[in-house]
């Protein structure tokens, strides 16, 4: 029997490693930890990770088995792995799951480490002698290309479209060789449509599309860009950084943050360093990674759930190997292996995109900062509307702040007015004073953005004679109405039915759909304004890949109309909008959510700031019934940063983040008790005086945990500091079938909070209520739905 053994984690729901032998029954040692391994598991083969070396459980050291390694180097090393077990402390989750989650699909199901080779073609000895009497045509037009050398097939893509058809011709003939150039990565390697495992670069696979471009020498690449004032001080500030220094760059809309950033990765490359940017939607990408690019003159790669298993893999790999210099990504890409890390940017990170709803619920931004601090590198958290927390920490010195108060170049701020629309007409939620306004912006050769943050026909579907309305059978609530009234669809849990052509209650044919949506308003406009295109935006539309991208490009710059939700909101540079209008935003300022006036101002302010990014002033239009209202009235007089002080003022009051910390016990099953009962016992697991005394103690050992938000935790103070509400229903108490419960955890101090949470959460899967339904715990939620 051997003596040490490989401690390995599985992802499991699970929170302990098992153990397995070294494969070939050699000697397991400290070099073998963050190395992949595929492993035997009952009547399965799963793909863990080797944690820990230790010694064998006695009682099963005998029927150990051993394990397959997938490669002879540890994947996970260093400041990633650290940190990964960091994050499963601080989410109180199984190593295996966080782990897992870290790693690309295609690494997860234990698939090889892809090939990260740049890959050219170059002409053979006879090809070289077969060229001077090569008929005319595209083989010899290619051919003629590679006369001077080797070509990178990402270059000729670039260059010469349609390249792969004459380049077939030309192989079958011996006239031209494939080789590999450098091991230095270029960009997304196959077509979303190629099949996974085809060897990249072949002529018969669809094209990558993105050119590739020398790394930079030391001192290249420099942002020729000239900055204000503004600008040339934060960029200075972060050039001159030394170590981990977090930056809150709060910059209003449109006063050239992405610049900031630019100058800070250009020098970043120039030192040899790689740089990581976290955006929070897909749809920013295409339009970020073409800016980067161009102005950064290097290879820049996206990493988001729009890419194929085979693009992420090998993004994800080239990045571990160093190659991968820029790397642009969402959520995810916060894993990304940084080997020689120089910066790491979070743009728009007031978002809620950032947070993992499901699974390992992360944070990617707060993550970002322990990364950083892990690294000693420095990061950058941008945004217009930056979240109360880090604007407390900005305030609180724990950030350094960095203000750009003007907006770049000639653009002025928007003009906003409030439309007072009680008791006036209105079509498809549009008053004729906002219809009159956008025929104006059109008329003078304007683009117009129509914002109603609710996709689809309309919110609900009415019996106009007995008041029927149409309910998600899974989730008692009402289905949006979709596809012009012929189609409905429940938005939280997908559930999707034809519309009844009758009331199912009183057979009358009187049913009239409630209230407007995007499709609805796009509808609408279309009609009323036939001589220029208008152009909906929102998930139903855009859930390809590049389809965002294409509406910018069918819309172009000529005057036209844009109908969307908040994915309008978020960074897109529209230099010929003139005109936004916004409206149905009465619902968010009466909600329970203690984040709804955040969110609501954030996304406000975000719309608002599309509107006259060039030359051309802009205005912004609110309707809304209730022009009173105190939210708007405060973002009129004052902007976002009078309404971030009132409300940190009021979360101070009344104990909410960043003012105290939480965490959210939840569970759901096919029946209401049981989430009730394995709540209860819960509770009784938080209050037990054993529990708070074990949970002190932890607490002391835990003195130095990395913070992602390093608010101050009040000394002295035990468990008894934990304030637990509930259990109760969720405030949407069924979802997709499932009846939901919720316990809060709230405590003034995180370590307090935390140390609570070591001391119950594994006794929590000992409890038998357990077995009988799903739980999860969410560390830090954004919201409490």
């Not at 990964?84 to 295609?106: C, D, M, Q």
């Not at 860009?225 to 030394?242: V, Y």
């Not at 927390?389 to 724990?398: D, K, V, Y």
């Not at 103070?717 to 405030?731: F, K, Q, S, T």
Request: hydrophobic share 40%; with cysteine; charged share 20%.
């Amino acid at each position: 029997m051997t003596d040490a053994v490989l401690k390995v984690a599985l992802p499991l729901p699970l929170p302990r490693l098992f153990d397995y032998l070294p494969a070939n029954a050699a000697a397991a040692n400290a070099g073998d930890i963050g190395r992949r391994v595929r492993v035997a598991f009952g009547n399965r083969q799963l793909c863990g990770v080797v944690a820990a070396i230790g010694a064998a459980d006695a009682a099963h050291a005998d029927a150990l088995k051993p394990v397959e390694w997938l490669e002879p180097e540890p994947l996970f090393a260093g400041e990633l792995l650290a940190s990964l077990r960091w994050l499963a402390r601080y989410l109180h989750a199984p190593l295996g799951e966080v782990l897992a989650t870290a790693l690309p699909a295609a690494l997860r199901r234990g698939e090889p480490l892809p090939d990260t080779h740049a890959w050219g073609w170059c002409l053979t000895e006879a090809g070289a002698t077969a060229l001077p009497a090569m008929r005319a045509g595209r083989p010899r037009e290619l051919a003629q290309s590679l006369a001077s050398g080797s070509r990178d097939e990402d270059v000729l893509d670039a260059l010469q479209p349609g390249w792969r058809t004459a380049m077939r011709t030309l192989r079958e003939r011996g006239l031209v060789e494939r080789v590999a150039l450098a091991s230095a990565f270029s960009s997304p390697l196959v077509g979303e449509d190629a099949p996974q495992g085809q060897e990249r670069g072949n002529p018969d696979s669809p094209s990558p599309g993105a050119a590739r471009h020398p790394l930079p020498q030391r001192g290249e690449g420099k942002n020729g860009f000239e900055l204000n004032k503004e600008q040339q001080t934060a960029a200075d500030a972060i050039r001159t950084a030394e170590g981990f220094t977090a930056f809150l760059l709060d910059g209003v809309t449109g006063s050239g943050k992405t610049e900031v950033y630019l100058d800070a990765i250009s020098d970043c490359l120039a030192r040899g360093k790689q740089a990581l940017v976290l955006v929070p939607e897909i749809g920013l990408t295409p339009q970020l990674l073409a800016r980067f690019r161009a102005r950064l003159g290097v290879p820049v790669h996206a990493l988001h759930s729009g890419l194929n298993d085979s693009e992420r893999a090998t993004t994800w790999t080239a990045a571990w190997r160093g190659e991968a210099r820029v790397i642009v990504g969402t959520r995810s890409a916060v894993f990304t292996p940084l080997p020689d890390a120089g910066l790491i940017v979070v743009d728009e990170e007031h978002d809620a995109s950032y947070k993992q709803q499901d699974g390992i619920r992360y944070h990617a931004r707060d993550f970002a900062l322990v990364r950083a601090r892990e690294l000693g590198v420095p990061i950058v958290l941008g945004s217009a509307t930056p979240s109360l927390e880090s604007l407390h920490n900005a305030q609180s010195g724990r950030f350094t702040h960095l203000r750009l108060h003007q907006r770049a170049g000639e653009a002025q701020p928007p003009v906003v007015r409030v439309l007072d629309v009680r008791k006036r007409p209105l079509q498809a939620g549009l008053s004729n004073e906002l219809l009159n306004a956008i025929r104006a912006a059109l008329d003078a050769g304007g683009q117009v953005l129509v914002f109603k943050n609710r996709r689809g026909y309309a919110p609900a579907l009415l019996c106009h004679d007995c008041g029927w309305s149409a309910q998600c059978r899974r989730c008692d609530r009402p289905m949006t109405v979709h596809a012009h009234g012929r189609r409905l669809q429940c938005h939280h849990c997908g559930f999707r039915q034809p519309a009844p052509p009758a009331c199912p209650d009183c057979a009358s044919l009187a049913l009239q759909p409630q209230g407007s949506g995007t499709e609805r308003i796009e509808e609408l406009l279309a009609e009323k304004f036939a001589d220029v295109p208008v152009v909906r935006i929102d998930r139903g539309n855009t859930r390809r890949r590049d389809a965002l991208q294409k509406h910018f490009e069918e819309l172009g710059a000529r005057p036209g109309i844009l109908v969307g939700t908040q994915m309008l909101a978020k960074g897109h540079d529209l230099p010929n909008l003139t005109l936004v209008g916004v409206v149905g935003i009465d619902e968010g300022l009466f909600s329970a959510d203690f984040r709804a006036s955040e969110k609501l101002a954030q996304l406000l302010v975000q719309v608002a700031g599309r509107a006259g990014r060039a030359e051309r002033a802009g205005t912004v239009l609110l309707q809304t019934h209730h022009p009173e209202h105190p939210l708007l009235q405060t973002l009129i007089a004052g902007g976002y940063h009078a309404f971030a002080t009132a409300e940190l003022a009021l979360r101070e009051a009344a104990g909410f983040p960043p003012f105290a910390h939480l965490a959210l016990l939840r569970a759901e099953a096919q029946h209401a008790e049981p989430p009730l009962q394995f709540l209860a016992a819960a509770k009784e697991l938080f209050l037990l005086p054993a529990t708070r005394r074990e949970g002190a103690r932890r607490a002391d050992e835990g003195a130095t945990r990395p913070n992602p938000h390093p608010n101050p935790s009040p000394g002295g103070r035990g468990a008894d500091n934990v304030e637990l509400h509930g259990p109760l229903p969720a405030p949407m108490p069924r979802r997709g079938g499932w009846h939901r419960s919720q316990l809060l955890l709230s405590s003034p101090g995180r370590r307090t909070l935390h140390a609570a949470l070591d001391a119950a959460i594994p006794q929590l899967y000992e409890l038998p209520e357990a077995r009988k339904l799903r739980w999860s715990l969410d560390v830090d939620p954004v919201d409490l739905y």
